[in-house]
């Protein structure tokens, strides 16, 4: 199964990030790109132990559960899953900037020491769940915008 800490699959997906364009269109959801590369870059800081977030009331009752369904298998993430309210992002910034700081997260991996992780909707995973969820995740939203 693919996972951010394979050195080849982190640097298929970095590939992926460089082609993106501030002009891309997204095939489903509400995102553009910016706010993608931004819900992104706090995604990471969260893995990587940057930033903390409270645990979700909801995620305490089906957080385990749906992490399970999303790393036991090869299946993509389904299309406009809910996210954490820290992670919804409105607004415009610095396109450019935003996705030179996502691949440099992406490229900490290759010194990930952040496991195990209380992550506020899953709760605990531990380095495999972290590895797989990363790349799906990321996987999910460069598909999103057709790379």
Same mark, same amino acid.
């Given at each position: 199964?693919?996972?951010?800490?394979?050195? %080849?699959?982190?640097?298929?997906?970095?590939?992926?990030?460089?082609?993106?364009? !501030?002009?891309?269109?997204?095939?489903? $959801?509400?995102?553009?790109?910016?706010?993608?590369?931004?819900?992104?870059?706090?995604?990471?800081? =969260? @893995? %990587?132990?940057?930033?903390?977030? +409270?645990r =979700? @009331?909801?995620?305490?009752?089906f957080?385990?559960?749906?992490?399970?369904?999303?790393?036991?298998?090869?299946?993509?993430?389904?299309?406009? %899953?809910?996210?954490?309210?820290?992670?919804?992002?409105?607004?415009?910034?610095?396109? /450019?900037? /935003?996705?030179?700081?996502?691949?440099?997260? =992406?490229?900490?991996y290759?010194?990930?020491?952040?496991?195990?992780?209380?992550?506020?909707?899953?709760?605990?995973?531990?380095?495999? !769940?972290? $590895?797989?969820?990363?790349y +799906?995740?990321?996987?999910?939203?460069?598909?999103?915008?057709?790379?």
């Open positions: 199964m693919k996972n951010i800490f394979h050195k %080849q699959t982190n640097s298929e997906l970095i590939e992926r990030i460089n082609k993106l364009q !501030e002009k891309d269109h997204a095939q489903w $959801g509400k995102m553009n790109t910016y706010q993608m590369l931004k819900h992104c870059t706090l995604s990471e800081e =969260l @893995f %990587q132990g940057k930033k903390k977030y +409270k =979700l @009331f909801i995620g305490r009752l957080g385990s559960t749906a992490l399970k369904g999303i790393v036991r298998n090869e299946k993509q993430m389904k299309k406009n %899953q809910p996210t954490h309210p820290a992670f919804k992002i409105t607004g415009t910034g610095d396109f /450019e900037n /935003e996705k030179a700081k996502w691949i440099n997260l =992406l490229n900490n290759t010194n990930f020491e952040n496991s195990p992780l209380t992550h506020p909707f899953f709760g605990e995973m531990t380095y495999d !769940e972290i $590895g797989i969820f990363v +799906k995740h990321t996987d999910h939203h460069l598909r999103q915008f057709n790379r």
